[in-house]
């Protein structure tokens, strides 16, 4: 290999490297010998596709509910230790960063009062409970997802 194939090799393994937030980069040894080049830790929380309604039959790819407090009100998942989220859809994962998600419920729901609506973008919490939730239109989760991954090749 030459050293322009090197510098190459060296900037897409740089740009792949920022989809993820704890790198740790091979050593000269490691790409040499044991041929891998990035060792990635990250944290996803998994959210599989809901029903709209817990009484409803059928799932609902096109919305995904998001927990802003569970249900003893305290700071729930989107504020926990994952650093990405993977919704699912009917035929693929989308993977949002948790730092864009919230910056984005944030903008979303600025001056909302929690109710009793569950219409996408509204704060919403059940009866008797301290949980708060919004639904999330899947969309929008693609729109600011880091990447889409395809379930089914």
Request: aromatic share 14%; no cysteine.
């Given at each position: ?66 927990e802003i407090k ?6 729930s998942w989107l ?57 999330v239109k899947t ?15």
């Amino acid at each position: 290999m030459n050293n322009k194939e090197f510098i190459i090799g060296k900037l897409g393994e740089d740009e792949f490297a920022k989809l993820f937030t704890n790198i740790t980069p091979s050593t000269k040894e490691q790409d040499i010998y044991e041929h891998w080049d990035l060792e990635i830790k990250t944290k996803i929380d998994v959210k599989t596709i809901k029903k709209e309604n817990r009484y409803d039959t059928v799932y609902n790819e096109n919305f995904h509910w998001v927990e802003i407090k569970n249900v003893n009100g305290k700071l729930s998942w989107l504020y926990g230790d994952a650093d990405y989220f993977a919704f699912e859809t009917n035929d693929y994962w989308v993977i949002v960063d948790k730092l864009k998600l919230q910056g984005f419920i944030k903008t979303k729901m600025l001056g909302k009062q929690i109710g009793k609506s569950k219409d996408p973008y509204e704060l919403y919490q059940r009866d008797n409970r301290k949980d708060v939730i919004v639904k999330v239109k899947t969309i929008d989760l693609i729109y600011i997802a880091t990447k889409l991954i395809k379930k089914y090749e």
